[in-house]
């Protein structure tokens, strides 16, 4: 479904992938881990196109992603929910989700969209009224998690979905995640910090180290293979 | 009393007009961080097509003029931003070539009008011109009414295309945060595009409900750049209502301040209290903290 070959891109100069090969099947969950700065956030922008290429391609379903601007990607079905939330801090809850159906066909789809949103996360249900920025930590969260399915993705990519929240915030965003991955067959890619939460709700996984993949295997593999845990999932295993 | 409301009631009158000029200025600066200097010469060029309408022997009425204005200047506004304004949006290093781009677009624009129609002013005068009714024992300048409820239309017509519309609600969120609406699948330079064409409208209609009390010379719009840009800052920056509120505040004070001093003096006033609301709440009335973009 998404396959990425060789692709290389840079901030003013300074190189931020180098060479990257990834794949993602269609219906697949894919984990990418790292260290900070290791370019887990620049691919993703990449994909979503709001970060330009300098050599490599990406294609989506086949066709060649190079010159197609953001909102054509999210109209093609990839939606990126952007590290820090970004949800619409002056807007209402309810606006904040129409905008996430904002392009294409998802107009169509937005009530039924709308019912599954607060299925996988009925902590919204009470808040619709409510202003985005006067939602705590964990339901802005939830709400760009939501946002991000009200646009029927294809390809929905999550970055660093419990950056900055309490551990119990973060425990109930990624269940709602969980809920979401097992009522949708949605190829997803998350990035995450908290490798194991992303592993349970991932089949495979990429570690990058500064911008280069320096492993991809099975959930499984990493869980079970001591040094492999040990060496790319931090000291707890 | 009589004397007090006698200046109030005009003052609030011309300050509704204020705040239809500013707040297409402050749409354009919410939406794209663009500070618009020609947009007091868009006002002039509005001024002159309701002029040339009014006086070129169509004989159209100034006030029924305005929805042809309206959408001439949206093309305008839209065409100016496809051809020039989109190169300079974005990026901090921009911020310069922005302030050059549109000062000279505005200069361009009166030296245009120099040569084609001459600096001699130019007056639009219907035959209610002069007309007027006493409310009370207040007078009620009949044109000046007309210009007021002409700017409160508009500008409520403006914020329910921003609050209720899928295109509002888009340029609403690329003004609050134009990555994340990105990632919503909205396509930035089109939302500025209409952004631009709809500020540059409402300063134009704004223009357009001044030329009944106000004669036109290409280098008019001199006389209101401050202020809009006043009423703008007032506000709060990148906010169209407090735009809105800000140009009402300052036609108030510009009139109410003429009870007690000069007329050739009502600017100073407007100063004294722009310098101390900006002292008390130097965000202005309406504004948030300032992003750093």
């Known amino acids: 479904m998404l396959e990425i070959s060789d692709l290389r891109a840079s901030y003013d100069g300074v190189p931020a992938l180098r060479s990257i090969d990834f794949q993602v099947g269609a219906g697949e969950r894919v984990a990418i881990l790292g260290p900070n700065g290791a370019g887990k956030t620049t691919l993703l922008k990449t994909i979503s196109g709001t970060v330009e290429v300098d050599a490599g391609t990406i294609r989506f379903e086949g066709r060649d992603l190079h010159s197609q601007p953001p909102h054509k990607r999210v109209e093609a079905g990839i939606v990126h929910v952007p590290q820090g939330r970004m949800i619409f801090a002056s807007m209402t809850v309810t606006d904040n989700l129409r905008l996430g159906s904002h392009r294409g066909g998802a107009q169509h789809r937005h009530g039924e969209r709308l019912d599954l949103v607060l299925e996988i996360f009925p902590a919204l249900a009470d808040m619709l009224n409510r202003d985005g920025g006067a939602l705590s930590g964990g339901q802005q969260q939830m709400l760009a998690v939501a946002r991000g399915v009200m646009a029927c993705p294809r390809l929905l990519m999550l970055d660093e979905p419990s950056m900055g929240l309490a551990p119990r915030a973060a425990d109930s965003v990624f269940e709602g995640i969980a809920r979401l991955l097992e009522s949708e067959t949605t190829a997803t890619i998350v990035v995450e910090q908290r490798a194991h939460e992303a592993l349970e709700i991932c089949e495979r996984a990429y570690v990058l180290e500064s911008g280069e993949v320096v492993l991809e295997a099975s959930n499984r593999a990493l869980l079970t293979d001591e040094r492999l845990a040990a060496a790319y999932l931090g000291s707890e295993t | 009393m009589v004397e007090f409301l006698q200046f109030l009631v005009p003052g609030i009158l011309i300050g509704g007009v204020y705040a239809l000029l500013a707040s297409g200025l402050g749409l354009i600066f919410g939406v794209m961080r663009v500070v618009n200097f020609a947009q007091a010469d868009f006002m002039m060029l509005a001024m002159y097509l309701s002029w040339a309408l009014f006086a070129g022997g169509v004989g159209l009425d100034p006030f029924l003029a305005v929805p042809a204005v309206f959408f001439v200047f949206l093309l305008l506004g839209m065409a100016v931003h496809w051809l020039f304004i989109r190169f300079v949006i974005g990026r901090r290093e921009n911020h310069d070539a922005q302030v050059i781009l549109t000062i000279g677009l505005g200069l361009i624009f009166q030296n245009l009008i120099l040569i084609r129609y001459s600096s001699e002013p130019r007056v639009v005068a219907p035959s209610y011109a002069n007309a007027g009714d006493f409310i009370g024992d207040i007078f009620i300048s009949r044109v000046r009414l007309y210009a007021f409820l002409l700017s409160v239309l508009v500008a409520a017509l403006v914020f329910l295309f921003l609050n209720r ?9 690329a003004s609050e945060n134009w990555e994340a609406a990105t990632y ?33 010379t290409p280098f008019v719009g001199l006389r209101f750049v401050v202020v809009m840009f006043a009423a703008v800052v007032l506000g709060g920056l990148g906010s169209v ?53």
């Open chain 2, 241 to 293: 209502r407090g735009a809105f509120v800000g140009g009402v505040l300052i036609g108030v004070i510009q009139s109410v301040s003429q009870v007690w001093t000069s007329a050739a003096v009502k600017n100073v006033w407007v100063f004294a209290l722009f310098l101390l609301i900006l002292y008390v709440r130097p965000n202005g009335l309406f504004g948030k903290a300032q992003r750093a973009i």
């Open chain 2, 165 to 173: 519309s899928a295109t509002g609600r888009a340029i609403r969120a």
């Open chain 2, 184 to 216: 919503m699948g909205v396509d930035i330079d089109r939302t500025n595009r209409i952004a631009f064409g709809v500020g540059v409208a409402l300063t134009a209609v704004g223009g357009s409900a001044l030329v009944t009390f106000q004669s036109i």
